[in-house]
């Protein structure tokens, strides 16, 4: 680890989620971090940025409820943080929106900034008045903040302010509203080439009624019947998700998972391939153009990179070779239905995590702003991944400087 990864060299500078998530990656002992970065803040209880970099560490160690109650301390005493460019003098200063909450609250941009020219400026903004302190000067504007129930009313009040906004904004908030599954799914339920099921809210009380026998599942659901997917509202990265194929099934679902009431449903669509195994991307688009993030392997329907034996199985990594370095037919034969995704939902910058269908389809999974892209991977395990990653970056750059270039032109 280089000296600008390590996340306690000063106590002055807010390091954001990249240096912890380099830790994590790497193996190496994150708890040591976290308990260094404990002592430096016992000892400079005022220092606003050690408290957030504690908050993100603890939150990397599991410790959610923990990590927010910090990052709520450091909210107090400030709302705007620094993460400065590794390249000095900075480029390009881009101010971020952001809302209090965990690691998947708001677009890890630094993640795919690391060692860039570009100025990170992140202002958590306050419910009621979002925009009460001074604005801190910059180029553009990117809203990072995820679509999730909490954000719905803090996403609609910036939507009048940014629509005049005298510099470029990035990823409109009404946009990105249309990122929650329900709203997702029905936009592009007849998008050419995709294939993504309806996604409906159920509550607690009616999937309780299903399971027990008294209602029924295809009549409540206009049709869906089992195998069917479940998961709570605003679950991220696959927490309480799960493939319910009996009325038993969702009987011990329901059980197991308390503390929720309401819950997305659809149709489980079987993705596997001819060899059983499945198979998913995620994309990056950024202005309407399509690059690669990665791709996972897995025996179980349910794929994350992490767990998927893409560090152990050589071989999967070959084909995730394979799949990088010829994205470009993949984004070919999927242009039209990468085009209306984009279309449809209106986004600037944001990932889509899908498959291919066995009938050819895009099958879409998740489509949002808030997804990791990095470029942290040990190079001696995926030495194919730089490459890419690096195409996402001097894409995501440029699209900047594009913007940036348009609004001058405009104003003359």
């Not at 301390?73 to 705007?80: E, S, T, W």
């Not at 009313?153 to 990823?171: F, G, H, R």
């Not at 099934?249 to 001819?274: C, H």
């Not at 370095?325 to 889509?352: K, S």
């Amino acid at each position: 680890m280089n000296q600008a990864d390590h996340p306690i060299q000063s106590e002055t500078l807010f390091r954001g989620l990249a240096p912890f998530l380099r830790i994590s990656i790497a193996g190496a002992d994150l708890r040591s971090v976290g308990q260094e970065l404990l002592d430096l803040a016992n000892n400079n209880a005022d220092d606003a940025h050690l408290w957030m970099n504690l908050s993100i560490a603890m939150q990397c160690l599991g410790q959610r409820d923990i990590g927010l109650s910090i990052q709520q301390q450091a909210l107090d005493m400030q709302r705007i943080y620094r993460i400065p460019a590794s390249e000095q003098p900075a480029k390009f200063r881009l101010l971020m929106l952001m809302a209090a909450g965990d690691l998947s609250a708001n677009t890890p941009l630094e993640c795919l900034l690391e060692n860039s020219d570009i100025d990170l400026i992140l202002y958590y903004i306050t419910p009621g008045d979002p925009l009460a302190l001074p604005i801190p000067e910059h180029d553009a504007l990117l809203v990072a903040i995820s679509e999730v129930e909490l954000n719905r009313d803090l996403l609609e009040s910036l939507a009048q302010p940014l629509a005049q906004w005298p510099k470029p904004v990035i990823n409109a908030p009404m946009h990105i509203l249309s990122t929650e599954r329900s709203v997702a799914s029905a936009l592009l339920q007849d998008a050419p080439g995709v294939l993504i099921p309806p996604t409906l809210h159920a509550s607690r009380e009616v999937l309780l009624d299903i399971a027990a026998g008294t209602a029924s599942l295809p009549e409540l659901s206009g049709g869906i019947d089992f195998p069917i997917i479940l998961r709570p509202h605003d679950s991220q990265a696959g927490r309480d998700l799960d493939k319910i194929s009996s009325l038993d099934e969702m009987a011990a679902y329901l059980a197991r998972v308390t503390g929720d009431e309401e819950f997305f449903l659809s149709r489980f669509i079987d993705y596997s391939g001819a060899d059983g195994l499945f198979r998913k991307f995620r994309i990056t688009v950024i202005d309407g153009a399509a690059f690669a993030c990665h791709m996972a392997v897995s025996s179980h329907w349910m794929v994350h990179y992490v767990n998927a034996g893409m560090y152990e199985d050589a071989r999967k990594r070959e084909e995730e070779a394979a799949f990088m370095t010829h994205f470009n037919d993949f984004a070919q034969r999927h242009r039209v239905a990468l085009d209306a995704v984009h279309r449809r939902l209106g986004l600037d910058y944001f990932c889509i995590d899908c498959a291919e269908s066995p009938d050819g389809r895009l099958q879409i999974f998740e489509a949002d702003h808030v997804m990791v892209v990095h470029a942290m991977d040990p190079e001696d395990m995926f030495p194919y991944k730089q490459i890419h990653i690096r195409k996402v970056q001097r894409a995501f750059r440029d699209y900047l400087f594009r913007l940036t270039a348009t609004t001058a032109e405009a104003g003359r």
